[in-house]
């Protein structure tokens, strides 16, 4: 009998209900991933932003052993507020890998 690996740490919610027809997206997004740490998504309210990003970090958890964190900025007023809590709430690759890199 196996058991079943535990579940990545994060905290992602789970998926409303599915996901259709932004494959090319999230191949795109995962590309662009794989060369630097953060992505922002920018477009008017109500296009799916927020789903697509959480889709993205789902895909990708495997590919993180510290998992995927989900980091609300909404209510955080003031640039660096926001720079230090970024800085401490986003999902990190593993050390040594190659998306370790950092930019400048």
């Known amino acids: 009998m196996t058991s079943a690996a535990p579940p990545a740490p994060g905290n ?10 932004r494959e090319r997206d999230l191949s795109e997004l995962a590309l662009l991933l794989s060369d630097v740490r953060a992505l922002t ?13 959480l889709r993205l970090a789902c895909d990708l958890v495997p590919e993180f052993p510290d998992g995927a964190w989900l980091v609300e900025l909404v209510a955080i007023r003031g640039r660096s507020c926001s720079s230090r809590t970024s800085s401490r709430g986003g999902s990190r690759p593993p050390s040594g890998s190659a998306r370790s890199r950092t930019g400048p």
Do not use: H, V
């Open 41 to 53: 998504l920018c477009g008017p309210g109500g296009i799916g932003k927020t789903r697509l990003a």
């Open 12 to 21: 992602l919610p789970a998926e409303p209900n599915s996901f259709i027809g």
